[in-house]
């Protein structure tokens, strides 16, 4: 029989409650125990409770199972995370050149400095890469603990401006050179300039100068600086003591003096003196003096200007208004190619008639330590080595010579062919003026006035007045 003095105190259940992060990026669960024989914990029961606060993403079930099937009471445990949203990244762009062009001097892949190399021209060809470009990501959405989508922050474009003479290649990764010329940073931007302009002169502060493009120096080209270029040169000044080169056309709106001059196209000098020309094009200036040139038309601007003094070729018929000084300072006047080839054929004579001595003295070699080998049935080791080597040595120019003999029946041939060329002196031509067409020479011994020297019918040069 029961005691009629207890009293009854009623069962209570577990207790689960259900903790989740303000950005419902976190979800943690803490039981509180039953008492008096309450109902225990079960997952069933856990489910039912998260999906009471909607929660259904992220669950860890394992866990969940671990806190009912261990009964684990007063203890709070992460049962639900989200999946975060991950931002894309932003673009980049890395460019390859410096935006400031250092000017000091270039050192070469041997460690020695050229300081008249200072670095103020960077060429660059097309197709070369001036900066590399990475395209900016979507990045991925995430999911929240309650299943609730969440949405990424998509990255942003690189940010930069396509110059002059540049494009994006084809997947737009690189912005890249579409023509050779010099790389420059303007604007914002970098562009490739086809024409380089110098304000001032060249000299220290500029340096030489190489290039793919055009060039136009404002100023004047000083003594020992250089300027190369693949397209055309003018200079405003003059050029002294300098060298130009180029692939095209070169005008030099002053003097030329001291000075090597060589290009592919034509050449325009107001005036020249004691340089070095060679053009395949047209040459002209108001005069000349004491030049060595070659060119493919030798011209002379004005009525007072001439060639005084040096040695100049042309691959054509000249109208020269004077040639020579009063003074007979020598000047030869060549025109035509056979001229060239005569002075060619000379030249290889002479190096035949070389050679064919040098072979009679190894014969002679040859012939005496043969007969000493004959005489003692052997030679010392360097006596045997000298007859080899004479031996061989006969065997090379016997070859070289028939080299020669071929180009010189070559010119024989192209001689045979007479050009009918001739110059005309508007003015004066002076003694000490030499002449030569084809592989006549025409010396003058007293002046003429308005002559022409030329080629008759039968190969013969002579003189006609204008």
Partial sequence: MADINTTYVPPVDCVINVTITTNCSEVYITVDPPENGGKEVTFEDIMQELSSYKVCYGLNIDEIKRIANNRLYNERTLVAEWTPA??????TITYRYEKQVKIAPVEDEHGFVDYKNLGLIRTIHKGDVIADITHPTEGEPGTDVKGQTLRQIPGKKASFTVGTNTELNEDETQIVASTDGNINFKSNAFVVDQVVTIAGDV??????????????VKGEVLEGFKISSKGNIVVSGNVNGATLECDGNIIIKKGCINSKITAHGSVTINFCEHSNIR????????NFVICDVYCGNLSVKGTHGG???????????VEIPNI??????PTVLTVGDNA???????????????????IDDLTLVINFLNEKKKELHTLPEEKEQMLGNACRQKIVMGMDIKKIQKRIDEIDTSLSNKQFLSIGCKGYMYPGVKI?????????EAEYVRTRVSISEDGIIHSAPL
């Fill in 86 to 91: 991950v931002n894309g990244v932003d673009g």
């Fill in 203 to 216: 000299d220290a502060s500029v340096g030489n100068i190489n290039f793919v493009g055009d060039v136009i």
């Fill in 279 to 286: 053009c395949d094009g047209d040459l002209s200036s108001s």
């Fill in 307 to 317: 060639l005084m003094g040096g040695s100049y070729t042309s691959l054509t018929s």
């Fill in 324 to 329: 020579g000084t009063k003074n007979y300072t």
């Fill in 340 to 358: 060239l080839l005569a002075e060619e054929k000379t030249g290889l004579l002479n190096d035949m008639e070389k050679l064919k001595k040098t």
């Fill in 436 to 444: 030569i067409i084809n592989d006549q020479v025409f010396k003058v």
